[in-house]
């Protein structure tokens, strides 16, 4: 049974930063392809970075530039370093995994299978 555990979430003032983690338990082998997404209040969730086994990241838009994705395929973790923090970037955010490869630039939620529980961060003065 494939399970993925976020931690790191919480509340921040804008410009600061946060770290999360996922951690991946289950999979015979490591999944090719892993990413976060978050889902902020009204909102549809929203692919924002993804890696490949390899460590080829893709990134939204949003948050090219202030985010960076990394993965530990020996511990099973993936990480998602939030510098620079806005306040729109407040949301529920889930870390995401899949055998294959990644789909294009691997933030469409309809190609992961897996997904964490969901951690929140808030992001206000």
């Known amino acids: 049974q494939v399970q993925l555990v976020e931690s790191g979430g919480g509340s921040v003032q804008p410009g600061g930063s946060l770290r999360l983690s996922c951690v991946v338990s289950?999979?015979?082998?490591?999944?090719?392809?892993m990413g976060w997404f978050r889902q902020g209040p009204g909102k549809e969730r929203e692919g924002i970075a993804s890696i490949s086994f390899a460590g080829t990241a893709n990134y939204a838009d949003s948050v090219k530039g202030r985010f960076t994705i990394s993965r530990d395929n020996a511990k099973n973790t993936l990480t998602l370093q939030m510098n620079s923090l806005k306040p729109e970037d407040t949301a529920v955010y889930y870390c995401?995994?899949?055998?294959?490869?990644?789909?294009?630039?691997?933030?469409?939620?309809?190609?992961?299978?897996?997904w964490g529980q969901g951690i929140q961060v808030s992001v206000s003065s």
């Open positions: 995401a995994a899949r055998s294959a490869g990644c789909r294009g630039a691997g933030l469409t939620t309809d190609q992961y299978p897996y």
């Open positions: 289950g999979y015979t082998y490591r999944p090719a392809c």
